[in-house]
């Protein structure tokens, strides 16, 4: 089906989606140009999130890893494949052997926001991303970090992906990469490699007296902001438009919305409402990404950290994160082996421009021993 003979609504169409992504590329795209080398992560989501807009389709955010130029894409569009699913095991990059890095992404398995990162390591062997799997369950049952180990183990074993296992993950990718090796080397299964990039834990299982200090300097960072931006006559970028209605909705919520971010760190996962207290959400999303924001938070609200005894690597951004805590604080005790590295930027500049080349090569020398 993939080679069949273009109707006049699939020329139409592929005319349409290759204008829209040049559009919110915002460059000249070339029908043979490598996308995810020339379109930034956040203008690819742009597209998609218009694309979903205007047509009601909503592409996979990793469809530019399976068609990776716009002839590929003309092609799978007048194929009629289905854009909108998300294989579990992504290829990102090739390369030679049998041995690949496995790597998970931050967010909601958003591989591209990777992209310069994943380009820079110097690794023989294919790097593939693990997507996170849809359970489509409801918020009183949630999917946890174990059920997502467990689908990726079976999904591994399937491919015939064996040791020695090489694993890195970004942001909370990391908990995830952490808890697969766990449940390898129960199985005695060798671990080559295991990294984590500046992996955060859920505001409940920081320290109080931490928390309660990280809560005040985000207040006045705030603040400030508010302020100069008042000054210019500009309004802070996601603030609540409309205060929340306490006769529309309950009084558990209202309270929890109206002491937001304070909140969440003491809000029950299993509610409708906890994802939007956090502090990262940006809402307004098309409904398969909403739902994987959703089901993140939620595993990482219900998640509950344990010592890990093997080796591995955990790259800590020098600048740190504006939503979340020095993750070496509350990592230390439960990392016994750990090799901390600093790398430069905060945690969304380490992994692009010259600090993701600096951490590609921190991650090429250890990924090679």
């Known amino acids: 089906m993939l080679f069949s003979v273009k109707t006049d609504a699939d020329s139409s169409h592929c005319a349409y989606v290759s204008d829209l992504l040049r559009?919110?590329?915002?460059?000249?795209?070339?029908h043979k140009a490598d996308i995810p080398d020339?379109?930034?992560?956040?203008r690819s989501l742009n597209f998609i999130k218009r694309l979903w807009s205007e047509t009601g389709e909503e592409w996979d955010v990793n469809v530019f890893y399976r068609h990776r130029t716009l002839d590929a894409l003309s092609l799978a569009i007048s194929g009629h494949e289905d854009l909108s699913s998300q294989p579990k095991i992504v290829e990102l990059r090739g390369g030679e052997g049998a041995?690949?890095?496995?790597l998970?992404?931050?967010?909601?398995?958003?591989?591209?926001?990777?992209?310069?990162?994943i380009k820079e390591i110097r690794f023989p062997g294919p790097i593939l991303g693990i997507a996170l799997t849809d359970f489509n369950r409801d918020r009183q049952h949630p999917a946890t970090v174990q059920d997502e180990v467990a689908e990726t183990l079976r999904t591994l074993q399937a491919a015939g992906i064996g040791e020695p296992y090489r694993l890195l993950g970004y942001s909370f990718g990391g908990v995830f990469a952490l808890e697969l090796a766990r449940a390898l080397r129960a199985q005695k299964k060798e671990i080559a490699f295991l990294g984590m990039l500046d992996t955060p834990l859920g505001e409940q299982e920081w320290p109080l007296m931490l928390w309660g200090k990280f809560m005040w300097q985000r207040?006045?960072?705030a603040r400030t902001r508010k302020k100069n931006l008042?000054?210019?006559?500009?309004?802070?970028?996601?603030?609540?438009?409309?205060?929340?209605?306490?006769?529309?909705?309950?009084?558990r919520e209202y309270f929890a919305r109206k002491l937001k971010p304070l909140s969440f760190r003491y809000a029950d996962?299993?509610?409708?409402?906890?994802?939007?207290?956090?502090?990262?959400?940006?809402?307004?999303?098309?409904?398969?990404?909403?739902?994987?924001?959703?089901?993140?938070?939620?595993?990482k609200g219900v998640y509950k950290p344990d010592r890990y005894d093997g080796e591995l690597t955990f790259f800590r951004s020098?600048?740190?994160?504006?939503?979340?805590?020095?993750?070496?604080?509350?990592?230390?005790h439960l990392l016994v082996h750990a090799e901390w590295v600093d790398v430069a930027g905060n945690h969304q500049s380490m992994i692009v421009g010259r600090n993701a080349s600096a951490l590609a090569l921190e991650l090429s020398t250890r990924l090679t021993r």
């Not at 020339?38 to 956040?42: D, G, K, T």
Request: hydrophobic fraction near 35%.
């Open 23 to 30: 559009r919110e590329a915002k460059i000249d795209l070339e």
């Open 38 to 42: 020339v379109v930034s992560v956040n």
């Open 99 to 102: 041995v690949p890095l496995l």
């Open 104 to 117: 998970f992404a931050g967010g909601a398995s958003c591989f591209l926001e990777m992209q310069q990162l």
């Open 219 to 221: 207040w006045r960072r």
């Open 230 to 251: 008042t000054k210019s006559g500009l309004r802070p970028s996601g603030q609540q438009l409309t205060k929340p209605n306490r006769l529309a909705i309950g009084r």
């Open 269 to 299: 996962p299993h509610t409708a409402y906890y994802p939007e207290l956090a502090p990262q959400w940006m809402g307004e999303y098309p409904p398969h990404y909403d739902a994987a924001a959703r089901q993140l938070l939620r595993m």
């Open 318 to 332: 020098a600048q740190g994160s504006p939503v979340d805590c020095d993750p070496k604080s509350i990592w230390r």
